[in-house]
């Protein structure tokens, strides 16, 4: 028989491997079949999700198991430095474009959630984990913990603001007539962050640069008025 000290090192382990297996998959499929609906930030949380409510898992046992993984998220932010870098003579070319839009799309994002929370009558630990969906999840997840929101939840907003916009850009975009791969790009990677950067690489090279950069220094820029989102909403 296995000892009980033993069976949590086993359930953790169980656990990291389906994680890693179900989001190696998912990568291969979203290659083969480049739809936003397989991303695999959409297509690993409801996999694993429906196991764990398959095997009765409690989402502390799954956490901690998994553990290690959210830790990576730290290093995850550093790394965010290395496309600034590299890109730092767009930044120099349309700094003031791209700021503009940046905090547009901050503020846009911030008032429409604030405004959905209120409309819907969410508790204010709920609304503070809504509060900064429109941001790629390690920097949701740091802001939402600093605010005072559940990090988990953030990520879970974030990847929905990702998906919908991923799905929705082409038509809105249409519609505002936005054209240019420094529009496109900056929309989608503001926006939609991670997934909408996927699309933009779709759409372009210079879309998918311009979007990944522009999620980057979003992030960043959110985590920076942190202070300023505390005196607001703290």
Request: net charge positive; hydrophobic share 60%.
């Amino acid at each position: 028989m296995t000892p009980p000290e033993v069976l949590p090192i086993l359930r953790a382990v169980a656990w990291s491997l389906v994680t890693l297996v179900v989001f190696w998959a998912a990568r291969r499929c979203h290659r083969r079949w480049p739809s936003p609906l397989l991303a695999p930030l959409v297509v690993t949380p409801v996999i694993v999700g429906l196991a764990i409510v398959a095997t009765r898992t409690t989402y502390a046992d799954y956490f901690a198991g998994t553990r290690w993984l959210v830790w990576m998220l730290g290093p995850a932010v550093v790394a965010f430095a290395v496309p600034i870098w590299e890109q730092r003579a767009l930044i120099r070319r349309y700094w003031p474009v791209l700021t503009a839009g940046m905090l547009a799309g901050s503020i846009a994002a911030l008032v429409s959630s604030w405004a959905l929370a209120t409309v819907l009558g969410l508790d204010r630990e709920l609304m503070l984990s809504l509060l900064p969906r429109s941001i790629s999840t390690p920097f949701a997840m740091e802001v939402a913990r600093d605010l005072g929101g559940i990090p988990g939840l953030a990520a879970v907003f974030v990847i929905v603001t990702g998906l919908f916009g991923a799905l929705a850009g082409d038509l809105m975009l249409a519609r505002i007539g936005a054209r240019t791969p420094l529009a496109r790009g900056a929309a989608y990677g503001v926006a939609a962050h991670a997934v909408g950067t996927a699309r933009a690489l779709q759409e372009g090279p210079h879309e998918g640069a311009i979007a990944g950069l522009s999620m980057v220094l979003t992030g960043v820029l959110n985590v920076l008025a942190t202070p300023l989102l505390l005196l607001a909403f703290g």
